[in-house]
């Protein structure tokens, strides 16, 4: 018996386990041997024989019990191992961002005039007085310089306040022909429902051989690139002023609101303005030192794109960072 009972102990798997069993308690097996013989006995004997059975049968089923409990429990262990879900885990539903509005607007753009074969520049955003005003044509004490108040820094350096330098760093850095935009952050004094102290810019500009570039290829590829953003609305453009460009205009699109009927949105007029564009002003190729060329450029203001394509009513809310507005852009 002292055999079996070491088997037990050593015993590995649940099928082993019951086939010992089965030896011991089984029809033919031990235990049905030993009643047997039991019968045949009488007395005292039959008496001291039927204890000792039962107590050795009672062992041997507890011992039996508590390794099948413990070669359940080895089964079960290795099996949570295998498998590699933790049920326990909280399981809260996974959601994906989206980008920003203005971003996404911002691609919109770069979009359309990558397709056009213009080439992406940059520059930076703290600059000096020569690129954000002096090489743009905008002199010291030029009244023009109040259209963009200025953050300043001490030694005359500035926070950007247009794209607009990032045209001369591109003319300074290569030769015509040019044909960029320059997307990005610019920097003015104002905060109110359509003015926040930072917004993006996209500037634009082309240059090549003296008469090779007109008012007319500026009025095209400006009109196909708001039918591109805005669907079927008329452009036209409204005679203005930038001290860099020489003739300038501002691009109006028709109202998409209320389709030139005139509304709230565009003051009653029919009008939407988006952009500003101009023929580069020859004092600006003066102040980069290019000859015989000429060149048209623009700008717009890609917050004021993502208000209008989006019917965001004030501007401040794109930078607050509410996700109740920023879950409306997934
Ligand atoms: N720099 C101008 C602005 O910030 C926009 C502009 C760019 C106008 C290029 C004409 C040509 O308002």
Redesign the pocket.
């Known amino acids: 018996m002292k055999e079996i009972e070491n088997a037990i102990v050593a015993c590995e798997s649940l099928g082993e386990l019951d086939k010992i069993r089965v030896s011991l308690f089984g029809k033919k097996g031990h235990f049905a041997a030993q009643f047997e013989a039991l019968k045949k006995l009488e007395g005292d004997a039959k008496k001291e024989f039927a204890q000792t059975l039962n107590v050795t049968k009672e062992k041997f089923l507890d011992l039996l019990n508590e390794k099948k409990s413990a070669l359940e429990a080895i089964m079960i262990e290795s099996e949570m191992k295998k498998s590699s879900v933790d049920v326990t885990l909280f399981n809260q539903e996974s959601s994906a961002g989206a980008l920003h509005p203005v971003m996404d607007t911002m691609d919109k753009i770069i979009e359309y005039f990558v397709s056009m074969n213009f080439s992406i520049e940059e520059g930076p955003l703290v600059e000096d007085d020569f690129h954000n005003f002096e090489a743009l044509n905008l002199p010291k004490y030029h009244p023009a310089r109040d ?2 108040d200025t953050f300043y820094f001490k030694d005359s350096m500035l926070l950007r ?4 330098p990032v ?1 001369i760093r591109t003319m300074l850095k290569q030769s015509a022909p040019i044909r960029m935009i320059c997307p990005g952050a ?1 920097f003015r004094r104002d905060f109110d429902i359509t003015h926040t102290p930072m917004f993006h ?1 996209v ?3 082309v240059v090549d051989k003296a008469g090779k570039v007109s008012f007319a290829h500026l009025k095209f590829i400006l009109e196909d690139f708001l039918k591109y953003m805005f669907g079927d609305v008329k452009v036209r453009f409204r005679p203005s002023f ?1 001290p ?2 020489e003739p ?1 205009a501002e691009a109006d699109i028709s109202c998409i609101f209320c389709k030139g009927e005139g509304c709230r949105v565009c003051s009653h007029t029919g009008w939407l303005e988006v ?4 023929v580069v002003d020859p004092n600006v190729f003066k102040a980069v030192g290019y000859k015989d060329v000429s060149g048209y ?4 203001g890609v917050e004021r794109f993502a208000m209008l394509l989006h019917q965001i009513p004030d501007l401040r809310s794109l930078f607050e960072g509410d996700l109740r507005l920023l879950e409306q852009f997934k």
């Open positions: 259209m963009q306040t247009h794209t607009s045209q610019v810019q500037e634009g500009l930038f860099f460009t300038s952009l500003g564009c101009g450029a623009f700008g717009l």
